[in-house]
């Protein structure tokens, strides 16, 4: 076969087979996992930030409400901070932590724990002020309609809130889960500082409790929540999920009684199957089986038994696997950013696996028996898939290996920087990066791509965002899951 008569993707393809199955350096990708946060800083920065095409950006954030709202993540190649997704993606680097911070290099634990604490301290901005939560800075439509760098902004920054009566479940109950699974991340090494994360969960789950409702129905926040992140699945899970997290931090048997009395009309046995920015079931019936299994707390046995459900669908051998996977193995769901799945099955199924190990239980699957190492063998599959082990033999982390997306739709990425070109670059200035096809001048190290189709094809195209776009809450998990393999690089 000719080379020069085959399309280029298709020799991308042929030659990325060869690429496969080689030895990862877990430990370099943790790094990078971790560093990726700070391309994603809002706020001014530190002395000490490595991503130094970045600089200070949003500094005027909550004027209009007369209150401090710097600080915090953007989401991921834009310029707006979204409140939910962003109180999930801190939820999930303190549960990546508390899981795997044991078996951390001194020097990542302290990088992951510098990470949650630069979205902590924002968090707590948003839930300063009695019956009130701020849940968003920024207008999308107006953001999505430029290109330009954070530190060029001059788009509004509008804030939205949600005031008592008012509901904002979800939100708040997120951000309740985040500060406490927070709390217990510092509780060694700060107690200060985990104390107040705690007292300000214990006051965000009570306001997302207290009004019941999803905050994406409200008038003065739909238009900025939605499309994009918008209450699809309902807030009866963060519900659940904050509890869950305050049970954990703080043992109190009130928030046991909740979950017991809450789960069936909170729906704890519905959509069992999903976790991701939106939807917490599954993670939630994984955190709840830590009691069960290792504290015999039959009472909440149910979660158990929906966790345990859920790890059967992911095993091609049993009986109730339904989960789809592309040719080259990767988990598969249809939409947009499909590595946030890879990353979140990945997590939920190694920290099950170390609750399995401890008390040496394996899973009954119908007629299939599924232990731990078969539930970590799954879930490096989905890591080297990620980091190149796929038909197009690239990694979707940008900087590791040598072979990575160089295209990414990402503002900052995309454009000079300020160091480059001081100059400010308007609105419609910036399309030009945007539409060119060269590479972004900035690597955003670290980043993870929403990744390739069904069919494990990916093109390197920023004007791809649901392929090429990163987000922090597909990082986020994946810290956890590099954290283990790079303590154990020889598992198989």
Same mark, same amino acid.
């Given at each position: 076969?000719?080379?020069?008569?085959?399309?280029?993707?298709v020799?991308?393809?042929?030659?990325?087979?060869?690429r496969?199955?080689?030895?990862h350096?877990?430990?370099?990708?943790l790094?990078?996992a971790?560093?990726?946060?700070?391309?994603?800083?809002?706020?001014?920065?530190?002395? *000490?930030?490595?991503? +130094?095409?970045r600089?200070?950006?949003?500094?005027?954030d909550g004027?209009?409400y007369n209150t *401090?709202?710097?600080?915090?993540?953007?989401?991921a %190649?834009?310029?707006?901070?979204?409140?939910?997704?962003?109180?999930?993606?801190?939820t999930?680097?303190?549960?990546?932590? &508390?899981?795997f911070?044991?078996?951390m290099?001194?020097?990542?634990?302290?990088?992951?724990?510098?990470?949650?604490?630069?979205?902590?301290?924002?968090?707590?901005?948003?839930?300063?002020?009695?019956?009130?939560?701020?849940?968003?800075?920024?207008?999308? +439509?107006?953001d999505?309609?430029?290109?330009?760098?954070?530190?060029?902004?001059?788009?509004?920054?509008?804030?939205y809130?949600?005031?008592?009566?008012?509901?904002?479940?979800?939100?708040?109950?997120?951000?309740?889960?985040?500060?406490?699974?927070s709390?217990?991340?510092?509780?060694?090494?700060?107690?200060?500082?985990?104390?107040?994360?705690?007292?300000n969960?214990?006051?965000?789950?009570?306001?997302?409790?207290?009004?019941?409702?999803?905050?994406?129905?409200?008038?003065?926040?739909?238009?900025?929540?939605?499309?994009?992140?918008?209450?699809?699945?309902?807030?009866?899970?963060?519900?659940?999920?904050?509890?869950?997290?305050?049970?954990?931090?703080t043992q109190?048997?009130?928030?046991l009684?909740?979950?017991?009395? =809450?789960?069936?009309?909170? %729906?704890?046995?519905?959509?069992?199957?999903?976790?991701?920015?939106?939807?917490?079931?599954?993670?939630? =019936?994984?955190l709840?089986?830590?009691?069960?299994?290792?504290?015999?707390?039959?009472?909440l046995e149910?979660?158990?038994?929906?966790?345990?459900?859920?790890?059967?669908?992911?095993i091609?051998?049993?009986?109730?696997?339904?989960?789809?996977?592309?040719?080259?193995?990767?988990?598969?769901?249809?939409?947009?950013?499909? &590595?946030?799945?890879?990353?979140?099955i990945?997590?939920?199924?190694?920290?099950?696996?170390?609750? !399995?190990?401890?008390?040496?239980?394996?899973?009954?699957c119908?007629?299939?028996?599924?232990?731990?190492?078969?539930?970590?063998?799954?879930?490096?599959?989905?890591?080297?898939?990620?980091?190149?082990? =796929?038909?197009m033999?690239?990694?979707?982390?940008?900087?590791?290996?040598?072979?990575?997306?160089?295209?990414?739709h990402?503002?900052?990425s995309?454009?000079? +920087?300020?160091?480059d070109y001081?100059?400010?670059?308007?609105?419609?200035?910036?399309?030009?990066?945007? =539409?060119?096809?060269?590479?972004?001048?900035?690597?955003?190290?670290?980043?993870?791509?929403?990744?390739?189709?069904?069919d494990?094809?990916?093109?390197?195209?920023?004007? *791809?965002?649901?392929?090429?776009?990163p987000?922090?809450?597909?990082?986020?998990?994946?810290v %956890?899951v !590099?954290?283990?393999?790079?303590?154990?690089?020889?598992?198989s």
């Amino acid at each position: 076969m000719k080379l020069s008569n085959v399309p280029m993707l298709v020799i991308i393809f042929l030659i990325g087979f060869g690429r496969l199955h080689s030895a990862h350096d877990y430990g370099d990708a943790l790094s990078k996992a971790i560093l990726f946060f700070e391309g994603q800083r809002s706020g001014f920065l530190p002395q *000490d930030q490595r991503m +130094s095409w970045r600089a200070n950006s949003g500094l005027s954030d909550g004027w209009n409400y007369n209150t *401090d709202l710097t600080g915090g993540y953007y989401d991921a %190649g834009d310029n707006i901070k979204f409140g939910f997704p962003m109180a999930f993606t801190t939820t999930m680097l303190a549960w990546s932590v &508390l899981e795997f911070g044991d078996i951390m290099p001194p020097n990542e634990l302290r990088d992951a724990l510098v990470a949650i604490r630069w979205a902590t301290d924002y968090l707590l901005k948003t839930v300063s002020q009695p019956n009130r939560i701020f849940v968003q800075v920024g207008d999308p +439509s107006s953001d999505h309609d430029c290109w330009e760098r954070p530190e060029d902004m001059d788009t509004s920054r509008i804030v939205y809130a949600v005031d008592a009566p008012n509901a904002a479940s979800d939100v708040a109950g997120e951000t309740a889960a985040a500060l406490a699974a927070s709390s217990m991340a510092f509780r060694s090494m700060d107690p200060g500082y985990s104390e107040t994360l705690l007292r300000n969960a214990i006051n965000a789950f009570q306001f997302a409790d207290s009004y019941r409702g999803a905050y994406s129905d409200n008038d003065n926040v739909k238009y900025g929540a939605c499309p994009y992140y918008c209450d699809f699945d309902g807030y009866q899970d963060e519900l659940l999920w904050g509890a869950a997290w305050l049970r954990r931090a703080t043992q109190d048997e009130n928030y046991l009684n909740y979950i017991q009395s =809450n789960g069936k009309t909170l %729906g704890a046995d519905e959509n069992i199957n999903e976790f991701g920015w939106d939807n917490k079931h599954a993670g939630l =019936n994984v955190l709840v089986s830590k009691e069960v299994i290792e504290g015999n707390m039959y009472s909440l046995e149910s979660y158990k038994d929906s966790a345990e459900s859920f790890m059967c669908t992911l095993i091609p051998e049993t009986p109730s696997s339904h989960i789809e996977y592309t040719p080259g193995g990767l988990v598969y769901r249809p939409g947009g950013s499909n &590595l946030q799945h890879a990353t979140s099955i990945a997590f939920l199924e190694l920290v099950y696996a170390n609750y !399995l190990t401890h008390t040496s239980q394996d899973l009954n699957c119908g007629n299939v028996y599924v232990s731990a190492q078969t539930l970590r063998q799954h879930a490096k599959r989905q890591v080297d898939y990620i980091l190149g082990d =796929n038909p197009m033999g690239l990694s979707y982390m940008v900087g590791y290996s040598g072979y990575y997306p160089q295209r990414i739709h990402h503002r900052g990425s995309s454009l000079p +920087s300020l160091k480059d070109y001081p100059q400010s670059i308007g609105c419609k200035e910036g399309s030009i990066y945007y =539409n060119s096809t060269n590479p972004n001048p900035n690597v955003l190290v670290g980043a993870i791509v929403g990744g390739p189709g069904e069919d494990d094809f990916y093109v390197d195209d920023r004007v *791809d965002f649901r392929k090429s776009e990163p987000t922090t809450y597909i990082n986020a998990p994946f810290v %956890g899951v !590099l954290a283990y393999f790079a303590a154990n690089p020889n598992f198989s």
